[in-house]
């Protein structure tokens, strides 16, 4: 059901943010992290990026698909 997507995706999310990127910035000498992605996983990355600003310090997106009807 798509709000049970909806809702896995940002529990998806929040371990990002909260767990994966500050244990990876805690290991690196960078403050921030780059993401990058193509075709859906630049969807990701951009999402990303856009909800959390001060963890990213660049985005790339190869060939992204912006357009999320077709999976909700």
Known sequence: HPS???RVQDLYD???AQELVP???QRSSR???HVY???FGAYH???FACRHPEL???CIAFS???DIKSFL
């Open 64 to 66: 992204g698909v912006f």
């Open 31 to 33: 403050p921030r992290v």
């Open 4 to 6: 049970e997507r909806i």
């Open 14 to 16: 929040r371990y990002l």
């Open 56 to 58: 990213v310090d660049r």
């Open 37 to 39: 992605g193509a075709s």
């Open 23 to 25: 244990h990876a910035l």
């Open 45 to 47: 990355a951009t999402n």
